[in-house]
């Protein structure tokens, strides 16, 4: 009898609990997000500023979290030294931890910008944002869950759907222009809105990032193909955000 083995099967169950335990703050991690990304266009449609404050505030709850996985990978990489799989679970629970606080970034981005929205008379493109959150929303879920279910045919479809993101982003861009030329008074409110709708996009790509990642832990090897972008908004004349 090997006098080693309970020893051995001591550190695997532990190992493997602290692996349980990360995957599980990513998917709280991703859980707030998407509350915050729900409750931020919900002050968008409804104008409410006290809402969206709270988006603000409660952005905090997901930097935390980012901290804690941090903590928690180094702890692994030194104490646990992983190998092969171990090692991609553990590196990619980082940078999808790292995509996640972002997306949450951008929902309180949303709802900041909102706050200044408010100020001025509601604008008739305003109603285009929330199709635009739905898709970069479900894109966010789909990704989440392949990581949940480690499942990179689920990751890589969605990885190809962020393209209509991007196409929906162009034409309210375009829409967008349009209106503020057609009256000088909608430029302050547009421009806001243009914002917004980027931060919905740059959210899409996040997502294509968390989907690259569960790919590269189930197989070990990037995506072979080049992801198509549908944002065209490179050739129009744009505006730079200075955050």
Same mark, same amino acid.
């Given at each position: 009898? #090997?006098? #080693?083995?309970?020893?051995?099967?001591h550190i =695997?169950?532990?190992?493997?609990?602290?692996?349980?335990?990360?995957?599980g703050?990513?998917?709280? /991690?991703?859980?707030?997000?998407?509350?915050?990304?729900?409750? %931020?266009?919900?002050? =968008?449609?409804?104008?409410?500023?006290?809402?969206?404050?709270? =988006?603000?505030?409660?952005?905090a709850?997901?930097d935390?979290?980012?901290h804690?996985?941090? @903590?928690?990978v =180094?702890r692994?990489?030194?104490?646990?030294?992983?190998?092969?799989?171990?090692l991609?679970?553990?590196?990619?629970?980082?940078r999808?931890?790292?995509?996640?606080e972002?997306?949450g970034?951008?929902?309180a981005?949303?709802a900041?910008?909102s706050?200044?929205?408010n100020?001025? &008379?509601?604008?008739?493109?305003?109603y285009?944002?929330?199709?635009?959150?739905?898709l %970069?929303?479900n894109l966010?879920?789909?990704?989440?869950?392949?990581?949940?279910?480690?499942?990179?045919?689920?990751?890589?479809?969605?990885?190809?759907?962020?393209?209509?993101?991007?196409?929906q982003?162009?034409?309210?861009?375009?829409?967008l222009?349009?209106? /503020?030329?057609?009256?000088?008074?909608?430029?302050?409110?547009?421009? @806001?809105?243009?914002f917004? &709708?980027k931060?919905?996009?740059?959210?899409?790509? @996040?997502?294509? #990032?968390? &989907?690259?990642?569960?790919?590269?832990?189930v197989?070990?090897?990037?995506?072979?193909?080049?992801r198509?972008?549908?944002d065209?908004?490179?050739?129009?004349?744009t505006?730079?955000?200075?955050r």
């Amino acid at each position: 009898m #090997n006098a #080693n083995a309970p020893t051995s099967e001591h550190i =695997v169950k532990s190992y493997d609990e602290e692996l349980h335990r990360l995957t599980g703050e990513i998917q709280r /991690m991703g859980e707030i997000a998407l509350a915050q990304l729900d409750a %931020a266009i919900d002050a =968008v449609l409804e104008r409410d500023s006290d809402s969206a404050r709270k =988006v603000v505030q409660s952005d905090a709850a997901i930097d935390t979290l980012e901290h804690d996985v941090s @903590h928690d990978v =180094v702890r692994l990489l030194a104490l646990r030294q992983p190998m092969a799989r171990d090692l991609r679970e553990i590196l990619a629970a980082l940078r999808i931890a790292a995509d996640i606080e972002r997306i949450g970034d951008y929902a309180a981005n949303v709802a900041k910008r909102s706050i200044v929205l408010n100020q001025s &008379a509601p604008v008739q493109l305003a109603y285009a944002l929330p199709r635009l959150a739905r898709l %970069a929303e479900n894109l966010v879920r789909e990704v989440l869950a392949a990581y949940r279910e480690n499942d990179a045919d689920r990751a890589l479809e969605a990885w190809t759907r962020d393209e209509e993101l991007d196409e929906q982003y162009t034409g309210l861009f375009r829409e967008l222009l349009t209106y /503020m030329m057609e009256d000088p008074r909608n430029i302050t409110p547009c421009t @806001h809105l243009l914002f917004m &709708a980027k931060n919905l996009e740059r959210i899409g790509d @996040h997502a294509t #990032n968390i &989907a690259e990642n569960v790919y590269f832990l189930v197989h070990g090897t990037q995506i072979a193909q080049t992801r198509r972008k549908g944002d065209a908004t490179s050739s129009l004349s744009t505006i730079d955000d200075p955050r």
